[in-house]
């Protein structure tokens, strides 16, 4: 099969039957082909042994294994996404100590990267110490073309998407959706396109309106306080509390020239909040 047709089937199997595509992963190397490749083989793997299975320690060594491969140039685009998995999927495990030997900027990121891997989980008390931990790194700033500002911007999506489905209005989870999804669409608007933007938009449910771009402060103290307040015990279920109402984000008009308008594509979209979180990992 070829690598495209073949990473095209895992994204899409994976969401439903994420254990069967680790093993097809895991067994075909082969159809490897081009250093291009290499990355992207890369990424699937951190996402699927992390976010989907948290198989830490089997998905370093498919990773590792990626350095022998004949294709494996020594590019800076392919180590680069073998080191950040193979930094996020060992300090998800426990080994912060693996993050050293990582520029600060893939630092960043595998840590932002392993933040996405707990919430798929559902350990949301470690995601969010995680995703605040990286927004407290990268206070200063990133530089344009960090790879950094994609894994804070599919971090805070998937992180938001989580939240959602998983927690209730009396818990402070519930309140941690906000900020994420917040960060999620600020890094989007710096790593991505506006397709990445509506897609956030459709999963956080965000306003649509314009911010400054993410500095990070003051996400980091949102998601700093709900960690914290993650410790405390949920209300009695004796006095249960009504879920707030859904709030729909505004209308947003057709983009001229795109076929449906982005509108529309946002609507087929947030139909599907799995995709919505899982689609901007491709790339």
Request: aromatic content about 6%; some cysteine; hydrophobic content about 40%.
């Amino acid at each position: 099969m070829p690598f495209d047709a073949f990473l095209e089937a895992a994204w899409n199997d994976h969401g439903d039957r994420p254990r069967e595509v680790a093993d097809r992963l895991a067994a075909s190397l082969d159809t490897i082909t081009a250093p291009e490749h290499v990355a992207q083989y890369a990424r699937i793997v951190t996402h699927v042994f992390g976010e989907h299975l948290g198989e830490w320690a089997r998905g370093v060594a498919l990773l590792r294994s990626l350095r022998e491969h004949p294709a494996f140039d020594r590019s800076s685009a392919a180590e680069g996404a073998i080191a950040r998995g193979i930094g996020a999927l060992l300090y998800a495990g426990g080994d912060a100590r693996a993050l050293e030997a990582l520029s600060q900027d893939d630092r960043i990121a595998a840590i932002a990267t392993a933040s996405s891997a707990f919430a798929g989980l559902g350990e949301f008390k470690r995601a969010l110490d995680a995703y605040a931990q990286a927004l407290a790194l990268a206070d200063a700033g990133l530089p344009e073309g960090s790879p950094a500002l994609r894994a804070f911007a599919i971090g805070g999506n998937n992180l938001a998407a989580a939240l959602r489905r998983s927690a209730t209005a009396t818990t402070p989870r519930r309140r941690a959706w906000s900020p994420a999804a917040q960060s999620g669409l600020d890094y989007w608007k710096r790593a991505g396109t506006w397709f990445e933007e509506e897609r956030a938009l459709a999963t956080g449910e965000m306003p649509a309106r314009r911010r400054a771009p993410a500095r990070g402060s003051r996400e980091r103290r949102a998601l700093s306080r709900c960690a914290t307040a993650t410790r405390q015990r949920p209300r009695s279920s004796a006095s249960p509390a009504t879920p707030p109402p859904r709030v729909r984000a505004p209308r947003r008009p057709a983009t001229r020239g795109v076929r449906g308008g982005a509108a529309q594509r946002v609507r087929l979209l947030s139909r599907s909040p799995t995709a919505n979180a899982h689609g901007a990992n491709r790339t």
